[in-house]
Nanobody, 125 residues
């Protein structure tokens, strides 16, 4: 069982930046593709970004391309989401996700083995 713990959420003004972190309990972290999803009030959970096991490829939702960057540090069992130029429509609970022996593209399709508890991001105008 893999446990994922997110941190870094908060309340910011539009245009600000935040960096989310997700640390995994699993020692074989490098065998998991990792990703971020979000769920806004009254909406379904949606894909945000994903990164391959070694970090060689990434995938992004169109709504965040050019503003968000996903990265990972396999030595620290941690995946990051750098969010720049935040907009009110980015307000949501952000969830870390892991998929064993998968790819960024497969995670974008919603194939997820493990979820974190989520961290709230609120962007005010």
């Amino acid at each position: 069982q893999v446990q994922l713990a997110e941190s870094g959420g908060g309340s910011v003004q539009a245009g600000a930046s935040l960096r989310l972190s997700c640390i995994a309990s699993e020692g074989t972290f490098s065998k998991f593709a990792m990703g971020w999803f979000r769920q806004a009030p009254g909406k379904e959970r949606e894909f945000v970004a994903a990164i391959s096991m070694r970090g060689w490829s990434t995938s992004y939702a169109d709504s965040v391309k050019g503003r968000f960057t996903i990265s990972r540090d396999n030595a620290k069992n941690t995946v990051y989401l750098q969010m720049n130029s935040l907009k009110p429509e980015d307000t949501a609970i952000y969830y870390c996700a892991a998929e064993y022996l998968s790819s960024a593209a497969q995670m974008a399709a919603g194939n997820i083995d493990y979820w974190g508890q989520g961290t709230q991001v609120t962007v005010s105008s």
